[in-house]
């Protein structure tokens, strides 16, 4: 069975940092492809910040210079290193593991960035 279960968020003051963690059980870590995807009230799901199999990172322009992705294989955990938050970053944060079809999601971390 597939599990993703994220780690981290909570509440933050703008300017602040957070590290969001992404345990993974039951797949083969190192093969797939890691991703960060976030939703805030009322809009779409948007891809924050992806990590290939082959180690190319990419993110999103809102954030890129300010989130870091990274995976440690040997604890089957991807994390997002995230500095300088805004409001705008506020959301739901979501976990997500991709290798050809087979595409799964981790539950949900809430970051709220707020004064």
């Known amino acids: 069975q597939v599990q993703l279960v994220e780690s981290g968020g909570g509440l933050v003051q703008p300017g602040g940092s957070l590290r969001l963690s992404c345990a993974a059980s039951g797949i083969i870590f190192s093969a797939y492809a890691m991703n960060w995807y976030r939703q805030a009230a009322g809009k779409q799901r948007e891809l924050v910040a992806g990590?290939?199999?082959?180690?190319?990172?990419h993110y999103a322009d809102s954030v890129k210079g300010r989130f870091t992705i990274s995976t440690d294989n040997a604890q089957n955990t991807v994390y997002l290193e995230m500095n300088s938050l805004k409001p705008e970053d506020t959301a739901v944060y979501y976990c997500?593991?991709?290798?050809?079809?087979?595409?799964?999601w981790g539950q949900g971390t809430q970051v709220t960035v707020s004064s």
């Open positions: 990590l290939t199999s082959g180690g190319i990172t």
């Open positions: 997500n593991a991709r290798w050809f079809l087979q595409n799964y």
